[in-house]
């Protein structure tokens, strides 16, 4: 198979430009030096640096002091480890995930005699526990192979910053051969796909017995355009061919990881036939698994740290969102950050409403610094009428013509409603909108009904930093959205 992808290195868009530096960012002795009649004679004048390297010593002094002053501190965090939502817990910390933990332990186990495991496809909203259960599985499996002298390995990639098939597969490469302790004899770009391939194979048949390949947000990676079906089509129908071609003498498992549950309809279907997972669906945490969950985390903590409404707080917060666990997890590790920056002696409530802000903002930024200025225009035109409607919803038919608005207000490329659709249901896969099909009455006709993840006055917030959407004053686009929504009953 030849090169099918391009491997050429991209420019991260994320990526702020250098900035040059102006006259009015230097100080004013750079500008021009000090002037011949200033008078300075205290040393500071060229060749005789002794007040600079004065200051300089002080201000090391204070840094130095700040830094003693922390280590001296007792602090509230005990163990940071326990509030990162990606770190693996002992077992009896899983919350609310028994009967999918029984059925991934029981499909994976045939890692542990002489068979193949069947492949998984693990479905569901984000944070409710997908990737967290699969590598819990995984590394007792590791544990109990080891005791009976099968070399098991798991090679796990997020491919959600993978652009095309060709990284991904040497991703997973080099993933394999950090899990053996050896060394990737092809670089990442210049080479056909093919060598890449072939790279994976020679180190994985080398080095194990029986391997699960975990592809965690597989729907992210799309690849090139031009192509028939997506890369993670022709990934899914190259991994679950290599066994019965011969190409890998080990035993392999691909366990495929996404939060849209339509992402199968996706697959080719020479891919679907040769993949045909099982399926394992995760549902979202409700505010009672999540008090739960955080309770079982809340010795990250020193005693008597917690205010008691910190953790009921948390919980309902992230129940708002899908029953996102790793929301629920990062409220507590930020409120307790922001509690031990203030010098609180204590978490409080006000800790957890502040890190609720600052998280829902952060998630939204991580999503539209990627997206296109088009997909922009879709997301802020919807959630502004989600924004004023009692509750939270946004019609498809309402949001196109608030974009329509938009798009004529800034003097933007205007796509037929077709696209506008289909540019928010692309937004879907990160999670911060979901979508219905309606009908309100035979005379309303069929439409799309879209439901935001975070607050959509955050999300209007993060998009107006955008120099373009700011154009259009917040009042005006309120204005229309009100209009549209009363032409709507």
Known sequence: MGSDDSDESRTDPRAPEDEPTTQADLP??????????????????????QSEQADSEQASRSIEEMLLEFDEQEGLIRDRSLLD??????????????EQLQEVTKMLRVALGDNRPPNLFLYGPSGTGKSLITKAVCNNISRT??????????????CQDLDTLGVAVYELASQAADEAGVDVDVPKHGVATKEKWDELYRIVNENFD?????????????????????AFSRLL??????????????????????????????????????F???????????????????????DAF???????????????????THGDARKAIDLMRVAGELAEREGDERVREEHVRQAQDKVEKNRVLEVVRGISTQKELCLYATAAVAAETADGSARSTTGY??????????????????????????????????????????????FLEFQFGERPETILETLREDSRIDMVSSEEVESVVNAQIRSET
């Open 302 to 320: 020193h005693e008597n740290v917690l205010d008691d409404d910190v953790i009921p707080l948390a919980a309902a917060f992230a129940a708002q």
């Open 85 to 98: 939502p990606n770190y693996v817990v002992e077992e009896d910390r899983i919350v609310g995930r028994d």
């Open 145 to 158: 192979c080891e005791t009976h002298d099968i070399k098991f390995g798991t090679i796990e990639v997020n």
């Open 276 to 298: 045909t997972p099982e399926d394992v669906h995760f549902d979202d945490y409700d505010a009672n698994q999540l008090q739960a969950i955080l309770r079982r985390r809340r």
């Open 28 to 49: 004013s002795s750079s500008a021009g030096g000090p002037s011949e009649d200033d008078g300075s004679t205290d040393g500071a004048t060229d060749g005789h640096p």
């Open 401 to 446: 013509r608030v974009y329509q608005f938009l798009t004529e207000s800034i003097d933007a490329d205007q796509y037929y409603q077709e696209t506008y659709v289909n540019k928010m249901k692309e937004l879907t896969t990160y999670s911060l909108v979901d979508f219905e099909r309606r009908s309100h009455g035979p005379s309303s006709g069929m």
């Open 210 to 230: 029986s391997v699960v390949f975990v592809l965690d947000e597989l729907d992210m990676l799309v690849g090139r355009r031009d192509k028939q079906d997506p």
């Open 237 to 274: 129908y190259q991994l679950s061919r290599a066994g019965a071609n011969d190409e890998l003498a080990a035993y392999i498992s691909v366990v495929a990881i996404s939060n849209d549950a339509r992402m199968m309809e996706s697959v080719g279907s020479r891919a679907l036939s040769s």
